[in-house]
């Protein structure tokens, strides 16, 4: 009787609870883990699931029939052409960046190695051209990340001598410093979007879930 009340009690429980799956930008993680845990707190028969990554992958991800229940990523233009394109509900900007230049501790080359996010999927890598565009930066070689965290990992280890991330990256250095704090003249402006997948099945669930994250900031 008892495991049959156990069953029951789970089995309740289950038809109760919802899945959600959010694609982010690598650069939201602890933003994103953040907020989830405390959404939880509200909210604890939500199940929500991340999937990290550049934008430009999880756009095309969103594009190619991925099963996403929200999308946030640091390329407004991005998010544009998805809305367009039917591929979300709606679009809005709910967080803004800066970009800086980091440098290894250890680095003192002559010719440095300096890191990017690869400007065809990664929107710091895009920003990172238009500063480099607009810069007095020389002599340097330059290297492609998948996203803006592997960059923070080149400079961080040492197999890259400089690299450029964004601002709020910054908490995580241990082994390198910010050297420059890039003026926001000098590139697009860098707004993190978010919206609702037109196929998500749980659509009520995200809104509520993007609506508890508007007004948060990278510190709430």
Known sequence: MKIILLLFIFAFQYSFSKDILISGAASLKEYLEKNIKEYKNINPTLNIFLNLGGSGTLKKQLERGGDVDIIFLANRKYMIDLKNNKYILNEEVVLENSLALIENKNSN????????????????????????????????????????????????????????????????????????????????????????????????????????????????
């Open 109 to 220: 080359k002559s010719n440095p190695i300096l890191a990017i996010g690869d400007p065809k999927y990664v929107p710091a890598g895009s920003y990172a051209t238009e500063v480099l565009k607009n810069n007095s930066l020389n002599n340097y070689s330059l290297v492609y990340g998948k996203d803006v965290r592997s960059v923070l990992s080149y400079v961080e280890l040492g197999e890259a001598d400089l690299g450029i991330v964004y601002l709020t990256d910054t908490r995580f250095l241990k082994n390198s410093k910010v050297i420059q704090i890039f003026d926001k003249n000098l590139h697009t402006p860098i707004e993190y979007s978010i919206g609702i997948s037109s196929s998500s099945k749980n659509k009520e669930e995200a809104k509520n879930f993007i609506k508890f994250l508007k007004g948060k900031n990278w510190n709430d």
